[in-house]
């Protein structure tokens, strides 16, 4: 009886252990597309706003070294997100447009839900930047209906 006991528990630490190394797995996915969001919405705003986008200008919005967004515009670029050159503005590709559009578009829709429920404007904002990368499409499906719901 002991022995199946312990076979039992190993089994759950084997499938645990299985599901944590997935979720783990899952999470850096997602810290690393949450990065690449970041960074092409940034790219976004910066060339809208000044009509380039520098590393220097990348790296005091974010709060980073230099070194750091020459590493993240390089992995941008195997990503087919972003173009530049040493020295040179970062453009974003249609690729790197479209996921900026859709990251923008995900963090306006939190921050509206976060407002109508009566979070104040500026904790709003900041719980917008760090929930919209992690939030399901079923998630922020239910969030645009209850705001629908509310206006219509």
Do not use: C, W
Request: cysteine-free; hydrophobic content about 35%.
């Amino acid at each position: 009886m002991m022995a199946k006991s312990t076979n039992t528990t190993r089994n759950r630490t084997t499938r645990s252990s299985a599901a944590t190394a997935k979720g783990h797995k899952r999470t850096r996915a997602d810290h690393a597309r949450e990065l690449a969001e970041d960074y092409v919405e940034l790219i976004d705003d910066l060339i809208n706003e000044k009509n380039e986008a520098r590393a220097v200008d990348i790296a005091r919005h974010l709060g980073v070294t230099h070194v750091t967004v020459t590493n993240a515009i390089n992995r941008l670029k195997r990503e087919g997100l972003v173009t530049s050159e040493p020295y040179r503005s970062v453009f974003l590709t249609d690729k790197g447009r479209k996921l900026a559009a859709e990251a923008r578009k995900r963090h306006t829709l939190v921050l509206e839900f976060l407002l109508a429920l009566g979070v104040p404007d500026h904790d709003a904002e900041t719980d917008a930047e760090g929930i919209e990368h992690h939030l399901s499409p079923s998630t922020l499906a239910a969030m645009r209906a209850f705001l629908d719901q509310r206006t219509g």
